[in-house]
Every structure is written in structure tokens, then in C-alpha cells.
């Protein structure tokens, strides 16, 4: 049965509406369930994103470049320098795991400055009645790339000790070799909290947000006095978020970058 029109909803409805995902079972309960809109939006906006860095590589110009080769050079150099000032190791890799990170964050981020009814109204027309478009508001989405970022420390740890130097660390790292059981969990623990703060810090401010936006929208549809005031606090809202989406795309960037350069570090 198809749900209510979006405007005979109440507006606990409503936010709820918009809150809940397309998603698609393969049977075996939620772990095996694929949130089809958090996942077509994230590997568009990726897609977009490799377009939009070829635009501005595929003709380019040595002497005088163009307006957009040089904003993305002024970018990419930035994304270097942050990675040249915080990570002291000699991969080659980290430079450009900085630049897919800042940018595919920040590009899913930026599709909260479209109303939700901008994006659900269309494809109710489709009869698509549940889409979640900011990607990063789904803790799935940001529990997958900080686990990335997980599997990214474990491949520069073995990369820079060896399996046995990585062992050796877990084990007898920080108290010596006679506190080896609580060297091993302090470590567990260490490594764990880090992919799960990278991943809740984002989702928090993306899904917080969310939420505020909905509210101050459905305040703009509650009367004429609302849609002043809906107006009038969703523009605030509107220009503070111009500054947290990129930073929590910076933040996440940068303690990606510190992670990875802490785990090749001998001294931990």
C-alpha cells in the first residue's frame, strides 16, 4: 500500500517521511539490506566528482590556465599541503586518499542545501515514495568509508612494520611485556574508537542538521507568521551549514590523514 500524500501528513509524519530510507532486502535480515538511495546518491556524487576533475585535466594549459583548472589546482594544493604538514611517511598513497575523502564528503554534504521536498516531490512521480538524499546522514554510509579508513591503517601499519612488528606492538605496547593482556585491549580499544568517532562525528552533524532543516520547514508551512519565521531561521541555518559542511568534511579528512601517519610511526 502506497503511504500518504507527504502534505496529509502530520509533521511528525512528515520528518519521519523524510527521514526513512529506500531500501531493498536480500534476505537475511538488516545486515543483508541495502539502503538504495544513500548508496545511488554516494556513488553519484563520486561519479560527479571524477567529472568534475576531468573537466579540468583534460585540456590543460601550462601557461595561463582556466578559471576552473585553476580552482581545482588552488584545491588540490591545499588537499596537499594538509596532507605535506601532517603526514611524515613516505607513501605516495596519502595524498590522494586525502583528496577522494574531502571532496566525495563534501560534494554528499552539500546536497542538504536542497529542500527535501525538492528532491521527494519528483520522485513520488516515479512512485518512489521514501528518499533519503544526503548520504552522510545515513551512519551506514559514514560507518563504510571510516572502515575503509580502518582497513587503510591496518594495510600502512603492516606496510611499515611488518606482521611481526604490528604483533609485537599490540602485545607489549605501552606498559611492556609483563602487562600483556591489558596492552591488547587498551590497543583493541584504541583502534576500534577510531574508525567509530570518525564515523558518528559526521553522521551527528549531517543527521542533526537534517532534522533542523525539517523542522524549520515544516514551521514554514504551519501559517503565514511560520513561513516568515521558517524563512527568516532557515536562512541562519542555511549559512551556518555553509561552514560545517566543509569542515566536517575537512575533519574527517584530516584525522584519516593523522591515523594513517600515526600507525607508521614506530613510537605509536
Known amino acids: 500500500m502506497a503511504p500518504e500524500k507527504v502534505g496529509e501528513l502530520t509533521p511528525t509524519e512528515y520528518i519521519q517521511h523524510h527521514l526513512k530510507n529506500l531500501t531493498h532486502s536480500f534476505g537475511g535480515g538488516d545486515f543483508m539490506t541495502l539502503h538504495v538511495d544513500t ?3 554516494a556513488v553519484l556524487t563520486g561519479l560527479f566528482m571524477v567529472f568534475l576533475f576531468w573537466l579540468a ?3 590543460p594549459t601550462a601557461g595561463v590556465p582556466g578559471k ?3 580552482f581545482v ?3 588540490l594544493e591545499f588537499v596537499h599541503t594538509q596532507v605535506k604538514d601532517t603526514y611524515h611517511g613516505k607513501s605516495k598513497l596519502v595524498t590522494p586518499i586525502a583528496i577522494t575523502i574531502f571532496f566525495w564528503i563534501l560534494l554528499m554534504n552539500l546536497i542538504k542545501m536542497i529542500p527535501a521536498d525538492f528532491i521527494a516531490k519528483p520522485l513520488e512521480l516515479l512512485g518512489i515514495h521514501y528518499w533519503k538524499p544526503v548520504p552522510t546522514a545515513d551512519v551506514n554510509a559514514t560507518l563504510g568509508m571510516s572502515i575503509s579508513v580502518f582497513f587503510l591503517m591496518i594495510f600502512f601499519a603492516l606496510k611499515a612494520k611488518g606482521f611481526g612488528g604490528m604483533t609485537k606492538e599490540f602485545l607489549f605496547h605501552p606498559f611492556g611485556k609483563w602487562m600483556v593482556p591489558f596492552n591488547l585491549i587498551l590497543n583493541i580499544v584504541e583502534w576500534l574508537s577510531k574508525p567509530i568517532s570518525l564515523a ?5 552533524n549531517m543527521f542533526g542538521g537534517e532534522i533542523v532543516f525539517l523542522l524549520i520547514w ?3 508551512g504551519a501559517s503565514i507568521l511560520g513561513m516568515f519565521g521558517g524563512a527568516a531561521f532557515g536562512l541562519g541555518w542555511m549559512i551556518f551549514h555553509l561552514l560545517v559542511i566543509p569542515l566536517q568534511a575537512f575533519i574527517f579528512m ?3 590523514i593523522v591515523y ?5 610511526d614506530d613510537g605509536h
Open 39 to 41: 548508496f545511488v546518491t
Open 57 to 59: 585535466v583534460r585540456k
Open 68 to 70: 576552473w583548472q585553476a
Open 73 to 75: 589546482e588552488i584545491c
Open 200 to 204: 558518528m562525528r559526521l553522521f551527528g
Open 218 to 220: 515544516v514551521l514554514g
Open 254 to 256: 584530516m584525522l584519516s
Open 260 to 264: 594513517l601517519s600515526l600507525v607508521e
